[in-house]
């Protein structure tokens, strides 16, 4: 239990910077209009493709032979990364199919 409050201690500045990242996100996303989803959703790809490049690099570089946490927040960021990558192009190619011409 020490060592988590020498960890929250330490990086207390990462932390509170996430924290605020949170609350400007989603104050941020909930005043969108309507208009401007589809492009925000292609963006919120690009950063989901950068999470799972991130993921990669971390798994890549933890000890695969012990568990550790590493190693586990590393598949997580390329799975959930992936899996909102694959949503969001499913969402934005269905948005964009209202737009075509029927034929």
């Known amino acids: 239990?020490?060592?988590l409050f020498i960890f929250f201690y330490s990086y207390r500045e990462a932390i509170f910077i996430i924290a605020?990242?949170?609350f400007l996100g989603i104050e941020v996303i909930s005043n969108v209009p309507s208009?401007?989803?589809t492009p925000l959703m292609s963006g919120a790809n690009a950063i989901s493709g950068v999470i799972i490049i991130g993921g990669i690099i971390l798994v890549g570089n933890t000890d695969v032979t012990r568990f550790s946490l590493e190693l586990v927040l590393g598949i997580l960021?390329?799975?959930f990364g992936t899996l909102n990558v694959v949503g969001g192009f499913a969402v934005t190619d269905r948005m964009l199919e209202m737009f075509k011409k029927k034929k």
Do not use: K, Q, R
């Open 1 to 3: 239990m020490n060592d």
């Open 20 to 22: 605020l990242s949170v």
């Open 35 to 37: 208009v401007l989803h």
């Open 77 to 79: 960021a390329v799975f």
